[in-house]
């Protein structure tokens, strides 16, 4: 594959308005950097496009800061629409808005529609290679943007994007200046947080709810295996259910579990105060919302599923525009399923588990032998669960500098977050009523008081981190003479 060296021009100029909810209107440029497919060998010399956006409406040239939002899995225009918190705060900065976008996802495939196709053609799908790319294009935006040369760097990101951010800084500390590292799952791996710690927040959300709800869902497992037993019991789910595809055979009912396991889990992640879209179009509080519906955990087993779908709709058919329930689509399109998919079974091997008496799941242990069978089957590679606390450093990360951890409680990805600062300069923040990256969502009028403070107290780290940065520039410009 190879590009023309026009690949680095500006395309086209995007205006976005969020209609739902927010009226925030955010415009950028979008452009696309040839990147290496490989940056660490040189037996693969093969390139690929990918794209980033940029707004430089409120730069302040030859001194104002690079705010770089570092792309999860999925489209980069769908983070830039929901990081409203670096939009709300450029023009107090000065700052660049860049948003890049994660190879393998969105518009950035190196290998097109090939790129899925074979394990030859996606292997280049790590953490590592992503990172390599940030730098890279950091390193062209620099070099080729008059009077950015000395601009500081604040890395942004959510959840696997704050991760990234996280590594980014403790990686190339010479181009990152800094980091906010919100919902960023960093030790959710092997050997670091218990497995049955996700679980149990979900259900301690719900539970905060409704314990009549929490016990509803808890229930409700039992209630399908029997229910689902047979043909009968299958058609009856698919009417009353309204499922777009009917239920066949085992595997399609380990489907159907697998998707209820995820909606309750995305519901406890974006129980946010106000209206909002990010996994779905969902309510305020889309917990509370969903256990006006589960009053009653003793009605009999269809009468409970009655009960259990009315609960589902509130994640699954909000604006009642749905036809019908479809299980195989879990969240927002714009999210990489397949992408995240692959990388969960190479380097971001996360044990979940449960034991169905602490939390409100069937019961499950983590069986890396099972695990790594399903992954060598789909994927035809086999998990590393240490890969990534090896190149990151797990919790031994206290010889880095200048990021701030952030984790709402709310949240169930909080669990394998940094939650106690590790030093003067790697900060936790804690959002007692925050759900998954609360704090870099758009400032609201429903914001609770906890995630205002705590955008505070991250725009006094990044003022700091650039006032440093200047500061030490100053010093090291003077010269010693000795003799």
Known sequence: MSWSPSVHRMLFFTFICLLFHHSQCYSWKTAFFKQQVDHFSFANQDTYAQRYLVNSTYWKRGGGPIFFYTGNEGDIEWFAQNTGFMWDIAEEFGAMLIFAEHRYYGQSLPYGNKSYSDAKYLGYLTSEQALADFAELLAYVKSTSSGAAESPVIAFGGSYGGMLAAWMRIKYPHIITGAIAASAPILQFTGLTPCDAFNRVVTADFSSASAECAESIRKSWKALSKILVNDEGKEWIRTHWNLCVPLNGTEDVANLKDWLTNVWTNLAMVNY??????????????????????????????????????????????????????????????????GWDFQACTEMVMPMCGDGINDMFEAQPWNLEKYSEKCLKKWKVNPRPLMAPLNYG???????????????????????????????????IIIPEGAHHLDLRAADPNDPPSVIKAREIEKQFISKWISSTKRDRKEMSKSFIVG
């Open 273 to 338: 105060p106000y209206p909002a879209n990010f996994l779905a179009p969902l309510p305020a509080y889309p917990v509370k919302a969903v256990c006006e519906h589960l009053t009653n955990s003793s009605l009999d087993d269809h009468s409970l599923l009655d009960e259990i779908f009315k609960g589902l709709s509130v994640y699954a058919n909000f604006t009642g525009q749905t036809q019908c329930l479809d299980v195989s689509q879990q969240a927002d399109q714009s999210l990489g399923d397949m």
């Open 394 to 428: 797990g919790r031994n990360i206290s010889s880095s500098s200048n990021i701030v951890f952030s984790n709402g409680l709310l949240d169930p990805w909080s669990t394998g977050g940094v939650t106690k600062s590790l030093s003067d300069s790697l900060i936790a």
